[in-house]
């Protein structure tokens, strides 16, 4: 059964970087579309970025196209979210998400059209003034 682990998150100031990464064990994640997602207490889960298995599909909510790049890398079993411009309405807990099933279109993932069967417990986002 695939698990996932994301690490990478932090304490960063207004206008800092982080890169985040989902490692995935107990399975091959080429067989997943995969995604990033965050929350905040006192908001609802947000869909941030997903990639489809070939990586040629990505989706980014507009609040951080132009800011943040997801990648995967396969051979390593990872996924990659690389964030800039980071601003306090980007903190979250951050999770990382794995869909395995019928082709969709990437967004669907990150819409919550189709909802992804294997998750991480998260790492936390908090970016400062």
């Known amino acids: 059964q695939l698990q996932l682990m994301e690490s990478g998150g932090g304490l960063v100031q207004f206008g800092g970087s982080l890169r985040l990464s989902c490692a995935a064990s107990?399975?091959?994640?080429?067989?997943?579309?995969i995604g990033w997602f965050r929350q905040d207490p006192g908001k609802e889960r947000e869909g941030v970025s997903c990639?489809?298995?070939?990586?040629?599909?990505?989706y980014y909510t507009d609040s951080v196209k132009d800011r943040f790049v997801i990648s995967r890398d396969d051979a390593k079993n990872t996924m990659y979210l690389q964030m800039t411009a980071l601003t306090p309405e980007d903190t979250g807990l951050y999770y990382c998400?794995?869909?395995?099933?019928?082709?969709?279109?990437?967004?669907?993932?990150?819409?919550?059209?189709?909802?992804?069967?294997?998750w991480g417990l998260g790492t936390q986002v908090t970016v400062s003034l």
């Open positions: 998400a794995a869909f395995e099933g019928r082709i969709v279109p990437v967004q669907a993932l990150c819409d919550g059209t189709v909802r992804g069967q294997y």
């Open positions: 107990g399975d091959s994640l080429d067989r997943f579309s």
């Open positions: 990639i489809g298995r070939s990586g040629d599909s990505t």
